[in-house]
């Protein structure tokens, strides 16, 4: 697996940004449209759950390529608050924000794989894949 790039997310044009940059990794690799449509959604939410919550943070995006499978891992990290309760936060319709809730319980419907890790005052990793069909 190897570190393909990283978007820094600040401010609110950073989402777009992030979102641009994963959809054409997404389909230099060999993701269809529908799942490079996923997979800008689930980068949308990650970077703005970022520019809400944390002020500062990264997108990371690497593509992994093993013998038998191929796909693309995106990586949130920021050094924000942390999430206090992630089990009420990956509940379907929670918002603090006033959204729609569809957030990282949507995330984590959009990808393949899902994980995430957060410390008080240190910060949230939130770590997904999303494999090539």
């Known amino acids: 697996m190897s570190l393909q790039s990283c978007v820094t997310i600040q401010k609110e044009w950073d989402i777009v940004g992030a979102r641009q940059v994963g959809r054409d990794i997404a389909k230099k690799i060999g993701f269809g449209t529908v799942d490079q449509a996923r997979i800008a959604t689930a980068i949308s939410e ?4 970022i520019y809400l919550y944390a002020g500062n943070g990264k997108i990371c995006f690497e593509v992994i390529d093993n013998l038998d499978q191929k796909g ?4 949130a990290i920021d050094t924000g608050p942390g999430i206090q309760d992630i ?3 990956m509940e379907d319709g929670f ?3 006033g959204g729609l809730g569809a957030g990282l319980p949507g995330v984590k419907r ?4 899902f994980s995430i890790t957060s ?3 240190k ?3 939130i770590t997904t894949i999303k494999w090539v069909r």
């Open 95 to 97: 918002s603090t924000s």
């Open 46 to 49: 990650l970077a703005r759950n």
């Open 123 to 125: 910060g949230t990793n």
């Open 87 to 89: 089990g009420l936060v």
């Open 110 to 113: 959009l990808m393949d794989e």
């Open 72 to 75: 693309m891992c995106i990586k």
């Open 119 to 121: 410390d008080k005052d």
